[in-house]
């Protein structure tokens, strides 16, 4: 299965990384002529997108730059799918969770993968956009994730934000570690699997869990201080809430595909993580 990979930032090189098959693009995709050309030079068996905006420091940065935000994370992947379409690759385009804010409404809480968003910053809401465009496509994988922890030390790594924050809100989320993460998305384009998929571990993690273990296993000086989560706008450490969910994972279930159990994998992520800070 050869796999073109649009997109070279963090979660595009890891995953490129990881599969042997696949091919990073180098090309920065901006319309449907420049899909169709990296497809006929590469020829594909199927792609995954990688690419979007987010912003610099982070999402705020698409409150003033909307139109930018909206290319980047809806036209963008619909111009890509419709190329893919014209040449008949599957793709898997890589989804976000915090499209969605609070609890669902089921008895459990856990947001379904057909549940409708309620997302209120522009980069979640053109996160949703695109998600409901594409999920109507039969060639089209939307594989969503949620706060990516990692072992490599990267600034959209969820273990160097929280350890960098001098005060951090202790919320409850679904999350995921992307050494299962690049594995299931290898399985879904495997099975050219249509459709929304939540790609997180099963149970979620509070940020507490998360830096008491980067305590015990990388840094025992850290420090920090907890705030309240309406803190961080009132505090101006945001311009929009966070949000904050917790994601079923029912259709990878479908699939006979299942990730590890959280705390299993957040261990074994964070002793790789540490591993890795004494080597560099």
């Not at 109507?136 to 994730?145: A, D, K």
């Not at 299962?180 to 050219?192: A, G, I, N, P, T």
């Not at 966070?242 to 964070?270: C, K, Q, W, Y």
Request: hydrophobic content about 40%.
């Amino acid at each position: 299965m050869k796999i073109l990979i649009f997109g070279g930032g963090y979660i595009g090189a890891r995953c490129h990384e990881a599969w042997k098959d696949s091919v990073l693009s180098d090309v920065r995709i901006t319309c449907k002529a420049d899909v169709l050309k990296e497809l006929e030079t590469h020829q594909p068996d199927v792609v995954l997108n990688a690419a979007g905006i987010k912003g610099k420091p982070n999402v705020d940065w698409c409150e003033d730059h909307q139109m930018e935000s909206i290319r980047g994370n809806t036209i963008l992947p619909l111009e890509i799918a419709d190329a893919c379409a014209q040449k008949n690759v599957y793709l898997l385009h890589i989804g976000s969770g915090c499209i969605f804010y609070g609890d669902a409404p089921h008895p459990d809480k856990r947001w379904r993968e057909m549940d409708f968003g309620n997302p209120l910053p522009v980069y979640s809401r053109t996160k949703w956009a695109a998600d409901l465009c594409l999920s109507t496509l039969p060639h089209v994988g939307v594989g969503r994730i949620r706060m990516p922890i990692d072992h490599v030390s990267a600034p959209g790594n969820l273990i160097n934000k929280l350890a960098s924050y001098s005060k951090v809100i202790d919320v409850e989320n679904s999350a995921t570690v992307i050494d299962d993460m690049v594995d299931v998305f290898y399985q879904l384009m495997e099975k050219r699997a249509t459709g929304i998929f939540h790609v997180t571990n099963p149970e979620p993690v509070r940020h507490r869990e998360i830096l008491a273990l980067y305590e015990e296993i990388v840094d025992p000086s850290h420090i920090n201080e907890w705030i309240a989560n309406d803190d961080l706008v009132k505090q101006d450490l945001a311009i929009k809430g966070r949000s904050n969910n917790v994601l079923a994972t029912d259709r990878l279930a479908e699939f006979g595909i299942h990730m590890r159990p959280t705390i299993i994998a957040l261990r074994d992520t964070m002793e790789k993580f540490a591993k890795a800070q004494k080597i560099t």
